[in-house]
Antibody, heavy 117, light 110 residues
Framework: QVQLVDSGGGVVQPGGSLSLSCAAS????????IHWVRQAPGKGLEWVAYILSDGRKEFFGDSVKGRFTFSRDLSKNIVNLHMISLRVEDTAVYYCAKDWEWGFDSWGQGTPVTVSS | QSALTQPPSASGSPGQSVAISCTGS?????????VSWYQQYPGKAPKRVIYEVTKRPSGVPDRFSGSKSGNTASLTVSGLQADDEADYYC??????????FGGGTKLTVL
C-alpha cells in the first residue's frame, strides 16, 4: 500500500531555514518522482518542486527557485526539501506527492510551515 | 493569481450534474493532455479524481468525468451526492517543466 508521511514543519523567522522530509512506503523512490505542493492558509494549491526518480534533475517553481533544494536517502526511502531564505509568503501547509501520469498521485498528510517574526 | 482559471463556486441539487471549467493557454491545458483534477475536503490532503484529461483512478466513481476542448478542460460530476461537496482544483503540466493549478472551485450540494 502506497503511503507518504511528510514531516519537519514548524515556525521559523524570516530569512531562516527549514528542512521537510517525505518518507515513502509501498514503493521505491528510485522508481518514482516526488513533488512538493503547498497551500497557504485559506488559499489554493501551488506546485513547488519536483525531483525525478533517478534524482538527476530537479524542477522548481519561480517563487522558490534558488532557495529550495532536494536531497534523498534511498536507503531510508526518504526525500528531503531544504528551504533557505524563507519569506512570510512561504507560510503554508506543504504536501509531498508521488508522481504518476504527469500529476500528483498519492499525497502525504501535510506539514505546516509558518514564517513569522 | 493562478495560472489556470476556475469559477470560484458551483452548485447543484442531489442527483443533478455540475460542470466545472478550467481555462489555461496553449502552454499548458491546450498544449498537453496532462490535465488532472483534485478533490479536497477541509483540512485534508487533496485526492486525484481525474488524470490525463479523461481517466479515472481506481476507486473513483464513474460519476466523475473529464474532457477538454482547446485551452479549456472540464470536470463533470453527475448524480450529485452530499459527499461530493468539496473544493476542486484542476492542474496541468506546463511548458518549461512546471505544473500549474487553478484557483479552485467550491462545489456546494444544495
Amino acid at each position: 500500500q502506497v503511503q507518504l508521511v511528510d514531516s519537519g514543519g514548524g515556525v521559523v523567522q524570516p530569512g531562516g531555514s527549514l528542512s521537510l522530509s517525505c518518507a515513502a512506503s509501498g514503493f521505491s523512490l528510485s522508481r518514482s518522482g516526488i513533488h512538493w505542493v503547498r497551500q497557504a492558509p485559506g488559499k489554493g494549491l501551488e506546485w513547488v518542486a519536483y525531483i525525478l526518480s533517478d534524482g538527476r534533475k530537479e524542477f522548481f517553481g519561480d517563487s522558490v527557485k534558488g532557495r529550495f533544494t532536494f536531497s534523498r536517502d534511498l536507503s531510508k526511502n526518504i526525500v528531503n526539501l531544504h528551504m533557505i531564505s524563507l519569506r512570510v509568503e512561504d507560510t503554508a501547509v506543504y504536501y509531498c506527492a508521488k508522481d504518476w501520469e504527469w500529476g500528483f498521485d498519492s499525497w502525504g498528510q501535510g506539514t505546516p510551515v509558518t514564517v513569522s517574526s | 493569481q493562478s495560472a489556470l482559471t476556475q469559477p470560484p463556486s458551483a452548485s447543484g441539487s442531489p442527483g443533478q450534474s455540475v460542470a466545472i471549467s478550467c481555462t489555461g493557454s496553449s502552454s499548458d491545458v491546450g498544449g498537453y493532455n496532462h490535465v488532472s483534477w483534485y478533490q479536497q475536503y477541509p483540512g485534508k490532503a487533496p485526492k486525484r479524481v481525474i488524470y490525463e484529461v479523461t481517466k479515472r483512478p481506481s476507486g473513483v466513481p464513474d460519476r466523475f468525468s473529464g474532457s477538454k476542448s482547446g485551452n479549456t478542460a472540464s470536470l463533470t460530476v453527475s448524480g450529485l451526492q452530499a459527499d461530493d461537496e468539496a473544493d476542486y482544483y484542476c492542474s496541468s503540466y506546463a511548458a518549461g517543466d512546471k505544473w500549474v493549478f487553478g484557483g479552485g472551485t467550491k462545489l456546494t450540494v444544495l
